[in-house]
Each structure stands twice: as C-alpha cells, then as structure tokens.
C-alpha cells in the first residue's frame, strides 16, 4: 500500500480561484498539492472574457480616476438588486485593487483601454472594469510560470488528469481527500487545510436542474465544471444555498437550440454602445421591451419572463444595409452569409413568410410590425422606446434567434468571511475552505451579472487563502 502524503493545503482545481490560491500559498512555503481534473491549468480562463473590477488600483490612480471600495460596493448592491452576500461583496471590493496590482506586479497584459465603464453589464458609476489583451488565458499566462517556479522549486505538486472524488473527514473535520487518475488509480493525500476551487456546475445537467430548477441553454463551460467540489462538501453537511438566483444576457446567439447549445456569436444589442433599428419580439410574435431601455437589467429580466426565454431581432433590408453591423463578436468562424447557413438567423421574401419560417404567430408578428411602424411614423411608442431610425417595410426581412442563458452558476457553497465552508447547523466545517464559482454566483451577483464580479472576488479570495490559510 502507497504511504499517505501529507502537505499543508491542498487545492481541488487549478482554475481562477485556484492558482492563485496555491501560487500565493507556496510564496509563503506552504507544501502544496494541487489536484486538476483536466490535462492542463486554467479551468473557465480559457473560455472566459475574465472582466475584472475594482477601486482603488494604481492602474486606476494613474488614469487620474477617483474611486473608492465604498462606491464600487454601493454600485454592487444596486446592480445585484440587494441579493448579493454583503460580506463577501465588501471583503472583495475592498481587496480587489490588491488583486489588482499583484496582477500588475507579475506581469499581466492589460487591455490599454482599461479602466473602462463597460455596458455589457449595468454599468457602473466609475471607470473600473479592466480586462487583459487575451481576455481569460491573459491571467493564465501570468500563472502558469509563477506555478511552474513553484513546483521546480518542490513547493508544489501538480496532478493533472486527476479528479477529486471526496473529502476524508475524522469527527467533524476535514483532513484530506481522495482522488482517482486517468489511468484509474485512487489516491488519498491528507492536509492542514482543504481549498475547494473546482468551479461551478454548468457542465452537469443532472446537477443545474436539481439546484437551479431551469434549463441550461448555454454550452459555454470548462466541461469539467461538474460541481464536484459542491457535492463533496454537501456530502459532508455543507449548506447549498442561492439556488433560486438567476441571471440572463441579451447579447448571445447559441449555434442551435438542442440545449444546452455552444455560443456562436455576440449581437450588439447594448443602446449606449448600438442604438437599436430593429425591433424584438417573443416567441408568440410580440414585443415585451423597449430595445433602447437603458437599464440592462430591466432589458434582461423582461426577457426572462418571456417564453422559452428567447426573443427575435427583427429588421428589414434596408435596415440591414444601413445599421450599424449588429454582430459584435464570433465564437466560431464568422460566416459570410449567416442568413444563409445559420440555425439562428432567417430570411424571407416577407413578414408571414418570415413568422412561418420562424415559428412566430404569423397575424401577431404581422400587427407588430403594423403597429411598430406606426409608432416609428409617429415617433411615440407603447414601450416609450425613443430610438427608432427606420420602419420595417422593405423586404427581404430577416430575425436573429437570440437564446437567454446564464454563463455562471448561482447555487454555490455558503462559505463565512474567512472562506471557510458553513455546514447545514451553521458552524464551519473545520479545515474546508471554498473560493470561485463553487461558491456560486449570487454570492457576489446576486440575481444580475455584475461586471467582473466573478472573476475578480475567485482571483481575491484564492489569493486571501493562499496567503492567510495557515494561520487560521
Ligand atoms: C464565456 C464566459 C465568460 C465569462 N466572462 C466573465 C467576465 O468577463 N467576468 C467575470 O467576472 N466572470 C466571467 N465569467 C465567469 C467566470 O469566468 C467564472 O465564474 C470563473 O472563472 C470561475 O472560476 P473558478 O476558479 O471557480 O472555476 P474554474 O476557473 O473553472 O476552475 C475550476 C477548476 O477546477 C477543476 N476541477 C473541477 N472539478 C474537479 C475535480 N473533481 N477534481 C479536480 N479538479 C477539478 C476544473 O477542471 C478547473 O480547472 C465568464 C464565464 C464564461 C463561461
């Protein structure tokens, strides 16, 4: 029988929580395990745009913007509408720009246009979103080496293609874990301190309906976000909390709709950086929204009620000829002729023919556009939408399927300010820490994608542990 190792942390998944958590934990001589399910570090980073924000950093002073935690958390609890853990929305703000400059210090290639108000999410009252060149693998490239140093230096150990199974608990404390490698071999490794940074559960179907009860429509994951971690911790008492937290974007169009679909592209569908020409309607043919209302909650949530989830970006040809490109960015190799060989996007000779095409109520589709146009002539709408260059009259016509989805998920583990791991009685589950989307997103979020706030709080809280964990 292999001797069981001992270390002082082991860290389940080299993610965005993850590496930093082990990275800061060797810089202070930690013996590290770091187990990774996948053949290589980086987990959501390489699929994420990876928005950071914070206040208060020297990128930001240097830009001569004044911010302070105090205005990035008012703007938090705003835009998650109050739903957001105000204890971990103010330990995270408030150490962000530390996150911020130790990105800085090691290296990281920032965006030159960042800090920026961004308006793909509610936008905040402060330039201070950042983002790196290469959006997620940005921060894995700062990683990796500083991981690699380690583990040359035999601070760290790294396990890839290795899943964690459970957590090895003697009374009520964790003491170590078992994992099993590809090849089918279990291991057990024992430590001070147990980090859980394994991500969220979006790649786990079973999971996502159980928590969350709703459909998972967007394949937009690391698909080894099995929520692995979460079950482990919940198998020994941790609370699941947050379930019921649901966030949806305007902006994307999956590839099809056998759910959950992959993304294919962004559509520019933001009024401060596009105001729109088209018109957007439900699955029944109505429209629900005003296209311009500003405030992109609201625009999200409308869609949220709506059937499906769903709605159809409708236009004409002249619309289409004379707009702005209403597509922003491709997941996949860009088509020249998407109307002609995408599963999202229709054209037809006219309105019925187009509602038929789509699915739409054909006499509903038909008296909304009647009626759109009417109040385009008249410049007053029913939704108050004040934007409205163009009626839609001049065939052929055209609609883009854009499909709701959450990118993150928002059930996650309770975790205290000191990222330990709560149990169902409220005690903390002792040596069990968590960081990262396996705390789930309405930690931070709340029921709206709040920019960065994914990202950033998985890098702080992973660096936190790593460099506070053993002295608790
Ligand atoms: C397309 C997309 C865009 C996004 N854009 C943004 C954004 O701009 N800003 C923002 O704030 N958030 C964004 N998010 C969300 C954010 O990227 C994630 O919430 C965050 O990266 C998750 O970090 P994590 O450390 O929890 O998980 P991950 O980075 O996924 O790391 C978890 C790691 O654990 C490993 N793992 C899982 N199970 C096991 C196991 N059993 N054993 C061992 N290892 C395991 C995984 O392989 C992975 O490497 C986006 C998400 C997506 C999908």
Request: hydrophobic share 45%; proline share 5%; glycine share 10%.
């Amino acid at each position: 029988m292999t001797a069981i190792k001992s270390y002082d942390v082991i860290v389940i998944g080299a993610g965005t929580a993850g590496l930093p958590a082990a990275i800061c934990a060797a810089d202070r001589n930690a013996r590290v395990l770091v187990i990774e399910a996948a053949a290589d570090v980086g987990g959501t980073l390489h699929w994420s745009s990876a928005q950071m924000s914070g206040a208060g950093a020297r990128r930001q002073k240097a830009k001569g913007i004044d911010d302070h935690p105090d205005l990035h958390f008012a703007d938090v609890m705003r835009i998650s509408n109050g739903n957001a853990n105000p204890t971990l929305v103010r330990l995270a703000v408030d150490q962000a720009a530390g996150t911020l400059d130790w990105l800085d210090d090691i290296g990281f290639d920032w965006d030159p246009v960042t800090p920026s108000l961004f308006y793909g999410h509610q936008a905040y009252g402060r330039a201070r979103t950042y983002w790196g060149r290469d959006q997620g693998k940005s921060l894995i490239n700062v990683f990796r080496p500083a991981l690699e140093a380690h583990i040359r230096a035999g601070r760290v150990e790294l396990l890839l293609d290795t899943r964690f199974e459970s957590l090895v608990v003697e009374g009520d404390a964790v003491i170590g874990i078992t994992a099993r490698s590809a090849d089918g071999q279990v291991l057990t490794a024992h430590a001070k301190k147990v980090v859980l940074t394994s991500g969220g559960y979006a790649a786990n179907v079973a999971l996502y309906k159980e928590i969350q009860n709703r459909t998972q429509y967007q394949q937009a994951f690391c698909p080894t976000a099995r929520g692995d971690g979460l079950l482990a911790a919940r198998q020994a008492g941790a609370n699941v909390i947050n379930g019921h937290l649901y966030t949806i974007s305007t902006l994307t169009v999956l590839k099809d709709d056998t759910f959950p679909s992959p993304l294919s592209l962004r559509v520019n569908t933001i009024p401060q950086n596009r105001p729109p020409w088209e018109m957007w309607v439900n699955d029944r043919g109505e429209r629900f929204v005003a296209e311009d209302e500003p405030i992109i909650d609201n625009r999200e949530k409308a869609l949220e009620a709506q059937p499906g989830k769903r709605m159809w970006i409708i236009f004409d040809d002249v619309i289409r000829r004379e707009s702005p490109d209403i597509i922003m960015a491709w997941f996949e190799t860009p088509m020249a002729d998407p109307y002609a060989t995408h599963k999202a996007f229709f054209r037809a000779d006219s309105i019925e023919a187009l509602a038929g095409l789509c699915g739409l109520g054909v006499a509903a589709l038909t008296a909304e556009v009647e009626q759109y146009n009417r109040a385009q002539a008249a410049g007053a709408d029913r939704f108050g939408r004040k934007h409205m260059p163009r009626p839609i009259v001049q065939g052929p016509f055209y609609a883009i399927r854009q499909q709701g989805g959450a990118l993150s998920t928002t059930g996650g583990l309770a975790i205290d300010a000191h990222m330990r791991v709560l149990h169902t009685s409220g005690k903390p589950i002792p040596n069990l820490y968590a960081a990262g989307e396996v705390i789930g997103a309405g930690q931070t979020m709340g029921d709206a994608a709040v920019g960065g706030m994914m990202v950033t709080p998985a890098l702080t809280f992973g660096r936190l542990l790593g460099q506070t964990i053993l002295e608790w």
